[in-house]
């Protein structure tokens, strides 16, 4: 990997927030994640590298999603594995709310966990609770040490949960302690990754979301020198889903095994999901968000947000790009 590479890779997501953007609020969640897809494809193919997707969505003969396995790039250059997310929080780019973006992982081949299409519970936190706080442990326990680690009393913290019937004990035992919970409806890599952030206001996220999800996020923490850890959910009883709704514990644990995956308690750092040499996380704002705004469409230009963090030159850089629309005129950028 290297740093021409990332400049592209940073012109990936700004592409794919553009194309789910042109759709934000039109209730069109299949069609913004499409057109996202295809925008990171094509600019994808233009990059110098033999790069592969190893976290994707869709199956390999259901184009145009970026599926698992896909060759992506020139085909020839640095190997590098991506974790994929074109539109991540679909239903709140369809309903026009905040926090959807495109992100992706990439590390060199091999770095990035295959992580299956199952749910994981997730503990993020702060550089300064790395090691510290422990997905082993009760949340109240983990309240106690972030507290202590971050200066601050336990009714000042801030923790993000989704908004699910999974987590209905989990919201009872973190209010029970006196620290804020703030339910989230989607987007859960946002809230993970700006646990990495000070000042942003969130300083855990707690609970179960989706597993691929937590490769990118892993990554993202990885690079930042956040606290994440992650665990597959296999039972459908934990996970309380619809989605898993004709699926049993043991079917699920028979799909984990077939995948490689025979540990399947085991419990994973950030750099185990993200284990290569180095790792670069890319996002870019699809709707305005916790770390940086949505896409805006001006007469001349249109405005993208995001933040790459790579552990190439240790650097989380947010930027704000102006793309000159062709004949633009007296530019107002
Ligand atoms: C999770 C979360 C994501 O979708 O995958 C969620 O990690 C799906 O969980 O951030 P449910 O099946 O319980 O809805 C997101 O919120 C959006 O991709
Ligand atoms: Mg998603
Ligand atoms: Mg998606």
């Given at each position: 990997m290297n740093q021409t590479l990332i400049q592209e890779i940073l012109e990936v997501v700004e592409q794919a927030a553009i194309a789910s953007a042109k759709l934000t609020g039109l209730g069109?969640?299949?069609?913004?994640?499409?057109?996202?897809?295809?925008?990171?494809r094509l600019r994808m193919g233009k990059i110098e590298m033999k790069g592969k997707i190893v976290i994707g969505e869709g199956e390999r003969d259901e184009a145009p999603m970026l599926y698992i396995g896909e060759e992506v790039g020139s085909g020839?250059?640095?190997?590098?594995?991506?974790?994929?997310?074109?539109?991540?929080?679909?239903?709140?780019?369809?309903?026009?709310?905040?926090?959807?973006?495109?992100?992706?992982?990439?590390?060199?081949?091999?770095?990035?966990?295959?992580?299956?299409?199952?749910y994981m519970n997730k503990l993020?936190?702060?550089?300064?609770?790395?090691?510290?706080?422990?997905i082993r442990n009760s949340a109240t326990e983990?309240?106690?040490?972030?507290?202590?680690c971050l200066g601050l009393s336990i009714d000042e913290l801030t923790v993000v949960v989704m908004d699910r019937t999974r987590h209905k004990d989990l919201i009872k035992e973190i209010r029970g302690c006196g620290a804020k919970v703030q339910p989230i409806s989607d987007g859960d890599v946002q809230a993970a990754i700006a646990c990495g952030f000070a000042?942003?206001?969130?300083?855990?996220?707690?609970?179960i979301g989706?597993?691929?999800?937590?490769?990118?996020?892993?990554?993202?923490?990885?690079?930042?020198?956040?606290h994440f850890q992650g665990q597959l959910v296999y039972d459908p009883a934990i996970a309380q889903t619809s989605e898993w709704a004709d699926y049993?514990?043991?079917?699920n644990i028979k799909r984990l095994n077939e995948m490689g995956i025979t540990d399947i308690d085991k419990i994973y750092e950030a750099n185990e999901l993200?284990?290569?040499?180095?790792?670069v996380f890319a996002g870019s704002g699809i709707t305005d968000g916790l770390l940086f705004d949505g896409v805006k469409f001006e007469r001349d230009c249109v405005r993208t947000s995001s933040l790459v963090i790579s552990t190439l030159d240790s650097t989380a850089r947010f930027t704000n790009t102006v793309h000159i629309k062709d004949g633009a005129k007296s530019i107002s950028l």
């Open positions: 069109q969640k299949d069609e913004a994640d499409a057109a996202a897809v295809e925008a990171m020839s250059g640095p190997g590098v594995d991506f974790a994929v997310d074109p539109c991540e929080g679909t239903n709140l780019c369809a309903n026009n709310q905040r926090g959807s973006m495109a992100v992706l992982a990439a590390s060199d081949t091999g770095g990035l966990f295959n992580a299956p299409d199952f993020a936190a702060p550089p300064a609770a790395k090691g510290k706080v422990d983990n309240l106690k040490i972030l507290s202590d000042g942003i206001g969130t300083h855990c996220l707690m609970g989706a597993a691929p999800e937590g490769v990118i996020s892993a990554a993202a923490m990885r690079a930042l020198g956040g049993t514990k043991e079917g993200a284990s290569g040499e180095n790792v």
